[in-house]
């Protein structure tokens, strides 16, 4: 099986000669660091771990230049978010096109880039406020800035997938800190219920079967909204840190809803029997049940040493490969 074969086989619960292997990310420092050190060369270190390769749709989904204050992009959502805008696909876009048509590797497109808050203009801690009492106190106009940004995503979804056929896709939603959601579950399904399924129908027009949150912090109390909007994965940045354990998701949820990483970052920092009891504690209960893809809950930092996350990945491929 080629890797997209696999990933697709093994999330619709099919038989697969292994379980795919993905991490979230290398930070680019790490990566200079590990060449500094002659671990790695040129190469990226996805192929010194025989790791899947994949790639993402290189489209730019955000605004451009947007400005500190946020009460100055809701007059005019649509000049923010203009599908037409050439700046938002390379130069190359056609030829890029051509050469994935028969690739063998994964391609993911990040259509919703931006979370609720980064939508309305959330950039730091004091433009945080407005955005709030905007919220709370005009729900109508408020809603009408998410109903036009949903507008974009669905002509940003057509223009992407009707050129190439994407294997996954993330929707990126940092709405919640350690202690839990910023906004109520209630308040967060009023306003993005609506939007997450008409990106998710457009998405499923084009065949794209697997979507994953992306989100942070202590997010259980808003699971159950992003598994109506038609969301079916789920990846948690620095799940451990805020509680977040895929043992008790799974146990809960089940594998309806997809999961990928959720191994302690942290525990790359202590010694090889600290990695193994972490690894040994969560893959073989939860990969029985099927759908998850494990990996670390967090990008690869450079705090990280080389010897110890070759030992991690070594211990992860026992537990998932024998």
Excluded at 43 to 63: G, N, T, W
């Amino acid at each position: 099986m080629n890797v997209r074969q696999r990933f697709h086989a093994y999330l619709n619960g099919q038989s697969v000669d292994r379980v795919p292997r993905i991490e979230s990310k290398f930070a680019p420092d790490t990566i200079d660091l590990w060449r500094e050190q002659g671990h790695v060369g040129d190469s990226p270190p996805e192929e010194l771990f025989c790791l899947d390769r994949h790639e993402s749709v290189p489209v730019q989904m955000r605004k451009f230049d947007p400005p500190d204050d946020p009460r100055t992009i809701w007059q005019r959502i649509p000049e923010w978010y203009d599908a037409e805008d050439s700046r938002r696909f390379p130069d190359d876009w056609d030829a890029w096109c051509l050469a994935v048509a028969q690739r063998e590797h994964l391609i993911s497109f990040e259509p919703w880039h931006e979370g609720m808050f980064q939508i309305f203009g959330v950039r730091n801690a004091a433009s945080i406020v407005p955005v709030l009492l905007f919220l709370i106190d005009e729900p109508k106009r408020a809603q009408s800035v998410l109903d036009q940004y949903t507008d974009y995503l669905e002509r940003m979804i057509d223009k992407v997938c009707g050129r190439i056929i994407v294997d996954y896709a993330i929707l990126y939603e940092p709405v919640a800190s350690n202690q839990g959601p910023v906004i109520s579950p209630q308040m967060a399904r009023r306003y993005l219920l609506p939007c997450y399924r008409r990106v998710c129908e457009r998405l499923e027009k084009y065949g794209v079967k697997h979507r994953f949150v992306w989100s942070s912090g202590r997010i259980h109390k808003l699971i159950p909204l992003w598994l109506d909007g038609g969301l079916n994965g789920l990846f948690v940045d620095q799940a451990c840190a805020a509680g977040i354990d895929y043992r008790q998701v799974r146990k809960e949820y089940g594998p309806q809803l997809a999961l990928m990483g959720g191994l302690d970052n942290a525990t790359l920092l202590k010694n090889e029997d600290g990695i193994r009891r972490e690894l040994e504690s969560k893959i073989p209960q939860i990969l029985d049940s099927g759908r998850y893809i494990p990996g670390l809950d967090d990008t690869v930092r450079a705090y990280i040493p080389f010897e110890r996350f070759c030992r991690y990945r070594e211990i992860l491929l026992q537990l998932t490969e024998g």
